[in-house]
């Protein structure tokens, strides 16, 4: 069975750095996306960034394009989120999801298509 662990959430002021961390183990195949997403209070879950494992292709939602970095580390099992200039509304609970699908261009950003999810860690920026 798959599992994702995420860590590396915490408090920080504007303007600040987080880099989250998302170790996946129990998967059986070598192709696969990692994609971050976030929610917070009262608002839907929204995508943030992807990792394709496939191509390594990487996809970022135009609030974080330029400030978010998505990256690998194959040999770890490890994708990680490098999240600079963060604003208070970056403030959400971030999950990161797998999916076994090999072309994810058109629908890494829907959760719809995610199979396994992390527990989440909480960012939170303070103006």
């Known amino acids: 069975e798959v599992r994702l662990v995420e860590s590396g959430g915490g408090s920080v002021q504007a303007g600040g750095s987080l880099r989250l961390s998302c170790t996946v183990s129990?998967?059986?195949?070598?192709?696969?996306?990692i994609g971050w997403f976030r929610q917070a209070p009262g608002k839907e879950r929204e995508g943030v960034s992807c990792?394709?494992?496939?191509?390594?292709?990487?996809y970022y939602a135009s609030s974080v394009k330029d400030r978010f970095t998505i990256s690998s580390d194959n040999a770890k099992n490890t994708v990680y989120l490098q999240m600079n200039n963060l604003k208070p509304e970056d403030t959400a609970i971030y999950y990161c999801?797998?999916?076994?699908?090999?072309?994810?261009?058109?629908?890494?950003?829907?959760?719809?298509?995610?199979?396994?999810w992390g527990q989440g860690t909480q960012v939170t920026v303070s103006s």
């Open positions: 999801a797998y999916t076994s699908l090999v072309t994810v261009n058109e629908i890494w950003s829907s959760a719809h298509w995610y199979e396994r």
């Open positions: 129990g998967f059986t195949v070598t192709n696969y996306a």
């Open positions: 990792f394709s494992r496939n191509d390594y292709s990487t």
